[in-house]
């Protein structure tokens, strides 16, 4: 049986050199999996204020959810709306941080998860912005030490 080769193998030959990785994908996903331990311990404390509510279930099993969606959206990264999923997960986990303040007892106790959240918001901006600046100068040496191995 004929071993199955992936189109990055199949072109591969030798003495190539691989094109550098993306650092704004690293960024980014650095950034998703931690706001998703966050969204985890928020819905931990959230649910612990709140236990004797009929709703707490809901707060938890909602952000435990969403906190699930963050880390695998890592996955999505390299696809045309990765990054567009990373802006509304960063939307609705501020939003959701704000809800659960709401309705909670213990609103401002509640509230001030916001700050992280706004963080976190600022972080995922950062981490796009610096990354793609990043990714651009890594490329344009790539491509110089191409035309100069070439030459």
Excluded at 31 to 57: M, R
Excluded at 64 to 78: D, G, K, R, T
């Amino acid at each position: 049986m004929a071993r199955r080769e992936s189109r990055a193998q199949r072109e591969w030959r030798p003495g190539q050199t691989a094109p550098p990785r993306s650092v704004k994908a690293l960024f980014a996903s650095t950034v998703l999996c931690l706001e998703g331990a966050l969204l985890f311990f928020f819905a931990l404390t959230a649910w612990g204020l709140n236990q004797n509510e009929w709703y707490a279930w809901w707060i938890f099993g909602g952000l435990c959810a969403l906190a699930v969606i963050c880390i695998l959206a890592c996955a999505v990264l390299h696809k045309p709306f990765g990054y567009r999923l990373g802006w509304a997960l960063q939307v609705v986990m501020v939003l959701s941080f704000a809800g659960v303040a709401l309705i909670s007892d213990y609103g401002l106790g509640v509230m001030l998860a916001l700050l992280p959240g706004a963080g976190f918001m600022a972080c995922w901006w950062y981490a796009v912005t610096k990354g793609e600046q990043i990714d651009a100068e890594k490329m344009e040496r790539y491509l110089a030490e191409e035309e100069l191995d070439a030459a």
